[in-house]
């Protein structure tokens, strides 16, 4: 069977993630590269010296070789490259997170879904790190349905990119919506309901004080539709933390907690080697919690900052170019986890609650504009 052949649009960080775990996939291969900065290009072709370089979207989209997209563009250029997508050539596309950044943007989303032909899986690599996926497997039959979801992230601050487009609200759409659509979907992802009120208080506090106006850490509580109330607890100035990530679900019948160190490569040598994935079991009857490593192989974690999800990711998203399977993250799922980050947001900003108007069924119509009441 060929290999698929990729186009990356977006070079930088995140794209050579891409990359990289591309490269461990014997089905794919990057064949050609879109970067308008130069660094982030020598670094990228260096990665994948036999790729053709192109000058522009357009001319990328306009080599005859490829199969699919990653889009890793800045947060403020998704929409706009979907929909140049959209108008020369519809490949199936992996786009980054977020999906959008403006609510204002709701109507191209829709119009965009709704003519699009091809597939699109919207990157949320945190439901594929090994341990998350390891709780979401075994949460229900643990908890007995999961009526309490708690979800922290303590880490490091925003780091360095191009231009420090990362460090402003007007580009990325707010912490909440840059860094925290991941947690959002996983909520929604872990309790198979939607939300229906976000309660958030957040700020910028500590990090780059003078020049950058996005928020440092938040709290979130989130309440479904089915009763189970969620929480984010995010820090983003903790990075001695021997965990970056705690997940913790709890039900009826008991607790499950998967716990995620942060990157290999910010772990102190000197204190020896860098903690292990952990899964932690905690069932009300009989009680003794029950906790087991679940490493990730080495390759997997030289690849990128994600723990190996990023190539579960794509081993999946292989099985969707070629049509035997649909995206596990889709279009709507992107759009609904920007929708509550845009609500977090808000209500962080002007102090008070913010319902939202989502239908409640996962196959039901389009969605509603956020509301506030």
Known sequence: MARLRYGIIGCGMMGQEHIRNIALLEAAEVAAL????????????????????????????????LDALVIASPNDCHLDQLEQVAATRPLPVLVEKPLFTNPADLPRLEAFRAHYPAPVWVAMEYRYMPPVAA????????????????????????????????????RTG????????????????????????????????????????????????VDFSGGARA????????????????ITAVGAQGKIQALVPGPGRFWPPALGPAPQPRLIVSPRMPKGP????????????????????????????????????????????????????????????????????????????????????
């Open 231 to 246: 929480m984010l607890d995010l820090c983003m100035f903790a990075e001695g933390s021997e965990y970056q990530e705690e």
């Open 34 to 65: 879109f970067e308008p900065d130069p660094a982030m290009l020598a670094q990228a072709r260096a990665l994948v010296p036999g790729a053709t370089v192109h000058d522009g979207l357009h001319a990328l989209l306009a080599d005859p070789n």
């Open 174 to 221: 707010g912490t909440l919506v840059e860094k925290c659509c991941h947690f959002f979907d996983l909520m929604r992802f872990l309790l198979a309901d939607e939300p229906v009120r976000v309660m958030a208080s957040g700020g910028q506090a500590v990090n780059r004080l003078t020049e950058a106006d996005v928020w440092d850490h938040a709290y979130v509580i």
């Open 290 to 373: 029950v906790a087991r490593d679940i490493p990730v192989p080495d390759t997997l974690l030289e690849a990128g900052d994600h723990n190996g999800a990023t190539y579960f990711q794509h081993q999946r998203f292989v099985d969707v170019v070629r049509g035997a399977a649909t995206p596990e993250v889709g279009f709507e799922d992107g759009m609904r986890a920007v929708k509550m980050g845009l609500a977090a947001q808000l209500s962080a900003t002007e102090g008070r609650a913010v319902t939202l108007d989502l239908p409640i069924r996962r196959d039901a119509a389009p969605l509603a504009a956020m509301g506030a009441r």
């Open 135 to 170: 709780l979401a497997e075994q949460a229900a039959g643990v908890t007995g349905g999961i009526r309490m979801l708690t979800l922290r992230e303590h880490r490091f601050p925003f780091l360095d990119k191009v231009g420090g487009w990362n460090l402003h609200t007007a």
